[in-house]
């Protein structure tokens, strides 16, 4: 008879129930349910040897609990020919342990029905065990109503396996009365009832903020197009400071007590699910000591997560190690842990086959992480097979790099379905990329559609996209909103924006008061700052300008330099107007012609007026023609003047 759970039947005996390894009816054997008074109590310090002489001669004088329990005995060890007669004597002679064992023999023997015939004897008799063993007879048989019949008896007797048993059967059926019963069984020690219930609970509590994608204590990789080709990372992300441990509430509090309880017995998934509910509290150093706890007992995705948390704990060597345990036992998630790690190392032949070993462990981020690699390698066509493979699996960032692929070899057509397959399964930036393609289309509409849709799901660039589009309408409270989102995400350009939308709310600045106090800084200085450092050329040309008006020279000459050397020419040109202030016009010179060079003309202007005042006509006409050239009106009109002062001098 096969069980459903952890066991498959029980031997009653009397005060000798307890484990050995000899056969497989031992590990059935769960502590005494119905111990049977009639047995004589044993010495506490005679041997098994002694035990069973002692019995032996009590049976062989016809004592029917002796017989009962060395049947027993003789039955545990596996010796079913030796056992069989002391266990029928003892049946014989009304003795309900004896039943129940004989039962077990029986099925042991291959003889199922005749045994549930000695079970019905032993159970109707008062037997909890029987009762648990018939009621899983009467299950594998298809008769579930007779099967909850037994196992109720069992488990209202205050049998563990009964009520387990019992609880399994519910639960297939989605009775809500399962939950009582696994609890019953729990607290009676059973171990995997304990694991269940908890998985119940946890399930209960989370699952109204979990959504589709479920919290998962598997650890799985991070697929997104934003991580380095070739190179996939693991889930949960590098931590720069592990969150302060708070207690866990609610539903997760007593899951992680029944976790506890199954993983103290030993249960290797609850040590698991109670690493995981740890680590994702921030309780970090015991999460790892369940996690070794699991995966010394064999369970790979254990050993799996405690690879990622010695990776990000700097550990990669040890990381490697236990990845390298969990990928030989087929664990997708630690082989591709693998490939990232030597993919990283620049080892790519390495990364490539513990790839394709995620891949053939049936973890489709093998083929995506394989695309990756290639496409860093500039193998595109191998790319593309590899995307395509995952993304015909369902891998929704797959998708989004195969149309990304698709649409750098000029098939717009042929990307466009992809990007909307992966971003109708959740693919933010395939969502992003589809606005992208619709703007690229001069379809405004569309693609503002999609990126408030990437922006809802927290994409900068998308908020920044959507933050242009609503200025671009006149829409500035709304601007304002998407491009807040946008900055506070990081994005330079954003902050920039952001920063003008502000400055433009303020008041012209008054003239100065003598002995008036320094102004702080306004908000929108701020998100100036927050660009200019993020090195936004245009953001630091405005710092600059906005420390030079407090008078703040040496502030507004570094941002100006900044920007000038990073090619701004109005940086440039800013910077020399501030050095010739200061008595720097050979420097000062130098910035301009930078600026010139790179089309401003007001710089030009000033080199032509630079060179007239060093009587330098012919040079300053050159660059008088040069203002003239690159404007504006304003600076064409006074280098035109400039220059026919010049030529008249020349000519005169």
Known sequence: MVFMGDRATLLETGRFVQRHSGNAADEIIEAAGAVDEAVD???????????EARHRRAAESGDAAAMSVLGALLLRRG????????????????????????????HQRGYPDEAAGWWRVAAVAGSAPAAHALGRHHRERGDEPGAEYWLRQSAEQGHALGAY???DLLEHRSDVGAERWLRAAAEQGHREAAYRLALALERRATEPARGPHAYDTATGLRTSAADAPGAAKAAPAPRSAAP????????????EQWFRQAAARGHRRAA????ALLEKRGELKEAGRWYLTSAKDGEAKAACALGFLLRDAGDEESAAVWWLRAAQ???????????????????????????RAAMDAGDVNGAYNLGLLCAAQERTAQAEQWYRRAAYAGHREAANALAVLLLQAGDANGAEPWFSKAAEAGSVDAAFNLGILHAGRDDDRTALSWYERAAAAGHTEAALQVGIAYLRDGDEQAAERHLRC??????????????SVLDARRPAPGPPALGAPREEKSECEEWYERAAEQGHRRA???VGMLAAGRGDVAEAARWYREAAEAGSRNGAFNLGLLLAREGGEREAALWWTRAAHAGHGRAALRLGLLAARRGELAEGRRWCARAVELGPAEVAERAARLSEALHQELTA
């Open 41 to 51: 109590t044993t010495a506490e310090n005679e041997t098994e040897a002694e035990t």
């Open 79 to 106: 010796d079913l020919d030796g056992a069989e007669p002391y266990l029928r004597g003892a049946t014989a002679q009304g003795d309900r342990a004896a039943a129940n064992n004989l039962g077990v023999l029986l």
């Open 165 to 167: 048993a019992l609880a």
């Open 244 to 255: 302060e441990p708070t207690p866990p509430k609610g539903g997760l509090a007593e899951a």
């Open 272 to 275: 698991l699910h109670l690493g």
């Open 329 to 355: 036992d087929g664990d997708g998630n630690a082989a591709n842990a693998l490939g990232a790690l030597h993919a990283a190392r620049g080892e790519q032949q390495t990364a490539e086959r513990w790839y």
């Open 486 to 499: 946008a900055a506070g995400g990081g994005s330079a350009e954003a902050a920039f924006r952001l920063a």
């Open 540 to 542: 630091q040309v405005r």
